[in-house]
């Protein structure tokens, strides 16, 4: 998750915050996969595939001159996709601080597989092992925390378990990747 600072516009123009997003290539049908937010909707503006080494995207834009808050949360679990967040560029506007504010909520961690990273959210129960059916925001976990105001944070890899990976070798264990 990617919390850009609050942008405000000039007003004269359009304002147009575009990132310069990295990855690797993971084919299509494992491409990483991300959301934009504007001002803490609850619906994406916006879904990114990335499928080059290096691209810009148009996060959002805007034809006034309010402050706007940009996230950019990644929906697709780290081990079979990458992202990183190489620059941001602002048109016609600039960045400012975000405001601080405490946060009071109970922290939770939840550590699983693949049902943790959202796999299969959108596939159908019998349809092959490929990302774009995975969205980590519609996983359980993710909505167990938003329904209960939850400070969360999600470790997940699928197929690995406690005691043995999902084919039964015992090298591939939870503990392996998080002691």
Same mark, same amino acid.
């Not at 994406?44 to 499928?51: D, F, N």
């Not at 922290?107 to 693949?114: L, R």
């Given at each position: 998750?990617?919390?850009?600072?609050?942008?405000?516009?000039?007003? $004269?123009?359009?304002?147009?915050?575009?990132?310069?997003?990295?990855? #690797?290539?993971?084919?299509?049908?494992?491409?990483?996969?991300?959301?934009?937010?504007? $001002? $803490?909707?609850? @619906?994406?503006?916006?879904?990114?595939?990335?499928?080059?080494?290096?691209?810009?995207?148009?996060?959002?834009?805007?034809?006034? *001159?309010?402050? #706007?808050?940009?996230?950019?949360?990644?929906?697709?679990?780290?081990?079979?996709? #990458?992202?990183?967040?190489? +620059?941001v560029n602002v048109t016609n506007g600039k960045i400012v601080p975000l405001p601080s504010s405490e946060d009071n909520r109970i922290?939770?961690?939840?550590?699983? $597989?693949?049902?943790t990273c959202g796999y299969g959210v959108y596939g159908d129960p019998d349809s092959e092992y490929h990302i774009k059916y995975e969205?980590?925001?519609?996983?359980?976990?993710?909505?167990?925390?938003? *329904?209960?105001?939850?400070?969360?944070?999600?470790?997940? @890899? *699928? +197929?690995? =378990? @406690?005691? @043995?990976?999902?084919? =039964?070798?015992?090298? =591939?264990?939870?503990?392996?990747?998080?002691?």
């Open positions: 998750t990617c919390a850009l600072p609050i942008l405000m516009g000039t007003g $004269d123009n359009s304002t147009v915050i575009s990132a310069n997003i990295g990855t #690797h290539p993971n084919g299509e049908e494992n491409e990483t996969r991300l959301k934009v937010f504007i $001002d $803490d909707s609850d @619906v994406p503006a916006a879904l990114l595939i990335l499928h080059e080494e290096s691209a810009d995207y148009i996060l959002a834009s805007f034809q006034d *001159s309010e402050l #706007h808050k940009i996230s950019l949360i990644k929906i697709t679990e780290a081990a079979m996709s #990458h992202a990183k967040l190489n +620059g922290k939770v961690e939840f550590i699983g $597989d693949s049902i969205d980590g925001m519609a996983s359980y976990a993710a909505l167990t925390a938003k *329904s209960l105001r939850l400070n969360a944070r999600y470790f997940s @890899v *699928s +197929g690995f =378990g @406690v005691y @043995v990976r999902y084919d =039964g070798d015992p090298e =591939g264990i939870i503990t392996k990747v998080y002691p």
